[in-house]
């Protein structure tokens, strides 16, 4: 059986713990960053996970990760 191509862009947003979780980046840290307050900015540093709803498509297009 053939391999499943891994989805480059998904790849490089997304990662899958060790638990099976989908971990990203938080949005938001992009643009406009000096309007944001510090304490604001310091939450967005930590990651987040997706929903288990969500994280079923994101698992297909990122296998071997």
């Known amino acids: 059986m ?3 191509r891994t989805h480059k862009a998904s790849a ?3 990662s899958v713990t060790k ?3 989908v971990k990203m980046t938080q949005q938001g840290r992009r643009h406009q960053v000096h309007l ?3 304490k604001r900015k310091r939450a ?5 996970y997706i929903s288990d709803c969500n994280a079923k498509n ?4 990122i ?3």
């Open 63 to 65: 296998p071997y990760a």
């Open 2 to 4: 053939a391999k499943i």
């Open 19 to 21: 638990n099976g979780k």
């Open 58 to 61: 994101i698992k297909k297009l």
């Open 36 to 38: 944001k307050t510090t």
């Open 44 to 48: 967005l540093r930590k990651a987040a």
């Open 12 to 14: 490089k947003r997304f």
